[in-house]
């Protein structure tokens, strides 16, 4: 398993402003993912972020919108840009520590406590 | 398509009632493995259990059990003799791809409240 957190652990924030998320795990892993859960919804992937290379971001995320940088094995930022209402969500990241550095489709995913983000 | 299904919005159960989460997920990939996570009020997802798509063996852990059949593709999670501190959102979870690009696919979520 692994030990993730993340700051901040909620923030309010004006419409038109950006917010820099970060996530920290206790341990090395090759890869890392970043989640938007919307009110009382499910989980969607926004992005995987392997050390070493770009992001991959998922269908309806792009780049200039959710930046992600991954400079190390331990630690990832998302950054949502630009905000409006409609990003007022969950942002949950997570790490797949795997057996074998992670990235098999049997892995678990652990994930962090997730950053309650409110866009005024 | 790819797709996970759980039909129960939200469940509400007296403490000491046993309790069933149903799963229905949709995948044409042979190999694929299936999760439970819970989400506490506190908002971190928790792992519970992991099931491979070869592995048809129900599991029992305390007062949790899972039951999978391939043939009706559902993968249920079962709480007996239920707690308040089982209150929470159950997420069933799909994972299919190949090594290095998988992804998970999660269901909505089914809340349980459990009244003392």
């Known amino acids: 398993s692994a030990v993730i957190s993340q700051k901040p652990s909620r923030d309010i924030c004006q419409r038109g402003t950006s917010l820099t998320i970060q996530c920290q795990v206790d341990?090395?892993?090759?890869?890392m993912f970043w989640y938007r859960q919307q009110p009382g919804q499910s989980l969607t992937l926004i992005a995987t972020?392997?050390?070493?290379?770009?992001?991959?971001?998922e269908s309806g995320f792009v780049i200039d919108k959710f930046p992600i940088s991954r400079p190390n094995l331990t630690f990832s930022t998302l950054t949502v840009s630009n905000m409006s209402p409609e990003d007022s969500s969950i942002y949950l990241c997570?790490?797949?520590?795997?057996?074998?550095?992670?990235?098999?489709?049997?892995?678990?995913?652990?994930f962090g406590p997730g950053t309650r983000l409110t866009v005024l | 398509a790819q797709k996970v299904t759980q039909a129960q919005t939200e469940i509400s159960v007296v403490e000491k009632e046993d309790v069933t989460l149903d799963c229905v997920y949709e995948?044409?990939?042979?190999?694929?493995?299936l999760f439970w996570y819970k989400q506490p009020p506190s908002g971190e997802l928790v792992f519970l259990i992991r099931?491979?798509?070869?592995?048809?063996q129900n599991e029992i852990s305390g007062r949790y059990s899972w039951n999978f059949q391939k043939s009706t593709s559902s993968f249920n999670f079962t709480i007996t003799a239920s707690q308040v501190v089982d209150s929470a959102v159950y997420f069933c979870?799909?994972?299919?791809?190949?090594?290095?690009?998988?992804?998970?696919?999660f269901g909505t979520g089914t809340r349980l409240k459990v009244l003392a």
């Open positions: 997570s790490v797949d520590p795997g057996t074998s550095g992670g990235g098999a489709v049997e892995d678990t995913q652990y």
């Open positions: 341990s090395q892993v090759t890869m």
């Open positions: 972020a392997n050390q070493g290379s770009e992001a991959t971001y």
């Open positions: 995948t044409r990939d042979t190999t694929y493995y």
């Open positions: 099931r491979n798509s070869f592995d048809e």
């Open positions: 979870a799909l994972s299919v791809g190949t090594s290095g690009t998988y992804k998970y696919i």
